[in-house]
């Protein structure tokens, strides 16, 4: 299993701290979540800094990453203030 976590904006907006599920890859995964979840928008989860292992994982390829059973995906935002 994946253990998935949302912090920030997600986790405020629709209440949901984690979850588990198993998927191969991270675009695998962002799927699950928009078909279990429908009120998140695909532009949230397209704006989230992602983490797998505590590692970010960004750029075009992102949603390749394979991902394997015991990791841990934390999608998160950054937050700026002044």
Known sequence: MIKVSFNGLIRSNHQLKSFETTAETLGELIEKILE???????LEIDQA????????I?????????????????????????
């Open 49 to 56: 800094v992602i983490f797998v292992n505590r590692k970010h």
């Open 58 to 82: 960004r750029g075009l390829y992102r949603e390749k990453y394979q991902l394997t059973p015991g990791d841990e995906v934390i999608f998160t935002n950054y937050v700026g203030g002044g």
């Open 36 to 42: 279990t979840y429908p009120k998140i928008k695909s």
